[in-house]
T-cell receptor, first 115, second 114 residues
């Protein structure tokens, strides 16, 4: 399977704990995106990388959120001091710059539940 | 900023009925337009796209035409099947690297009954 993969698929944590999610993009894709999706809504952009450089961060990404892509391959998204409002599906997508329309391919998502 | 508006749902149709799902957008410049689909228990999949005005995207019997004059990208299918039951999202992105993030509509749930 050469699609985008995410780990874990589900995470239940207590409020105040830290969590980290991993995304492995399609191997030749140099762009990687993180989105958040809540029930009944479309995904909302959080941040994106071109290679290892983080080029844009949404205002949705509070100081408790940090993302890295250290070698330009996989990425991690960490949430510190989780709050109940962080409960959502976290989606990762990748694309190849220079392709027409910058179409993005999505992973299955990590569903976070904060209790 | 960019935004996408989809018609309110959910939509329930009988098999072989004609489908239209409306989508309008607000954007600066000349965005690319997409329809993504999310089948039950699965991730988002790209259904079709159009990158410039008057382009028609098509896939799996679905079609959508990029209408710049009406800022619309309505999704149509002539004869839906039960297997088309899913959530459909309209989305746009800029056409430069710095503006490549996707902006999504809220999505609409389609249920097709036999």
């Amino acid at each position: 399977d050469t699609g985008v993969s995410q780990d874990p698929r589900h995470k239940i944590t207590k409020r105040g704990q830290n969590v980290t999610f991993r995304c492995d993009p399609i191997s030749e894709h140099n762009r990687l995106y993180w989105y958040r999706q809540t029930l009944g809504q479309g995904p909302e952009f959080l941040t994106y990388f071109q290679n290892e450089a983080q080029l844009e961060k949404s205002r949705l990404l509070s100081d408790r959120f940090s993302a890295e892509r250290p070698k330009g391959s996989f990425s991690t998204l960490e949430i510190q001091r989780t709050e109940q409002g962080d409960s959502a599906m976290y989606l990762c997508a990748s694309s190849l710059s220079g392709t027409s329309g910058y179409e993005q391919y999505f992973g299955p998502g990590t569903r976070l539940t904060v209790t | 900023g960019n935004s996408v508006t989809q018609m309110e749902g959910p939509v329930t149709l009988s098999e072989e009925a004609f489908l239209t799902i409306n989508c309008t957008y607000t954007a600066t410049g000349y965005p690319s337009l997409f329809w993504y689909v999310q089948y039950p228990g699965e991730g988002l999949q790209l259904l079709l796209k159009a990158t410039k005005a008057d382009d028609k995207g098509s896939n799996k019997g679905f079609e959508a035409t990029y209408r710049k004059e009406t800022t619309s990208f309505h999704l149509e299918k002539g004869s839906v099947q039960v297997s088309d039951s899913a959530v459909y999202f309209c989305a746009l992105s800029g056409n430069t690297g710095a503006n490549s993030k996707l902006t999504f509509g809220k999505g609409i749930t389609l249920s097709v009954r036999p």
